[in-house]
């Protein structure tokens, strides 16, 4: 009964390196999110996959921001070149697919951008 | 664009103390949700509302989604200091997947 699973959970990178950020959802689910919270503040919707598609990217910052999605389960969120603003947590999500189903969170990854 | 203003940002109670915390927006939600999230954690679901005016409630937590569909609030009886932490609304719209969340509100309820 795993729940959802982000990897690293910490990730300390210098400034203009690309970051990949990974995140494991709960078996089954269909529906994944990725957000972004700054400083313990309310999350940041970034992009929503169905299945392997992302019919939403619309909260993605930049082009440097890009994620995919493989085998309908494991998500990648890589951020190209990185800068100061991009430090803050990522936090990865799923549920079975309905647009009223519960989100199931991961722990996050906490990004610093040195 | 779509916000979700919640007030107080912050407050520091005493256990036992009554407390409630607003969400609005001046946009209609299909359904608004409330999290509480704890440090190094991800949010937690505590409910879901989806019918204008409707009132759900979950043990001391009491749930309340306005007739409009544009606001919600949280009202705690009597907090304990289990119940700190950052409280979160979300908000999605008709036909969208996308949720909006709310600024937050971080509660500390004291000993």
């Known amino acids: 009964g795993a729940g959802v699973s982000q990897s690293p959970s910490n990730k300390v990178t210098e400034k203009g390196k690309d970051v990949e950020l990974r995140c494991d959802p709960i078996s089954g689910h269909t529906a994944l999110y990725w957000y972004r919270q700054s400083l313990g503040q309310g999350l940041e919707f970034l992009i929503y996959?169905?299945?392997?598609?992302?019919?939403?990217k619309s909260g993605l910052p930049s082009d440097r921001f890009s994620a995919e999605r493989t085998g309908g389960s494991v998500s990648t969120l890589t951020i190209q070149r990185t800068q100061q603003e991009d430090s803050a947590v990522y936090l990865c999500?799923?549920?079975?697919?309905?647009?009223?189903?519960?989100?199931?969170f991961g722990p996050g990854t906490r990004l610093t951008v040195l | 664009t779509q916000l979700l203003e919640q007030s107080p940002q912050f407050l520091s109670i005493q256990e036992g103390e009554n407390l409630t915390v607003y969400c609005n927006s001046s946009?209609?939600?299909?359904?608004l949700q409330w999290y509480r999230q704890e440090p190094g954690e991800g949010p937690v679901l505590l409910v879901t509302v989806v019918t204008g005016g409707e009132v759900k409630k979950l043990k001391r937590l009491t749930f309340q989604f306005g007739d409009a569909r544009k606001d919600s609030s949280l009202h705690i009886t009597a907090a304990q200091p289990g119940d700190t932490g950052l409280y979160l609304c979300?908000?999605?719209?008709?036909?969208?997947?996308?949720?909006?969340f709310g600024t937050g509100t971080r509660l500390k309820v004291l000993a």
């Open positions: 979300a908000g999605t719209t008709s036909g969208t997947y996308k949720y909006i």
């Open positions: 999500a799923s549920s079975l697919g309905g647009s009223r189903d519960t989100q199931y």
């Open positions: 946009s209609v939600f299909s359904s």
């Open positions: 996959f169905q299945g392997n598609s992302a019919p939403d």
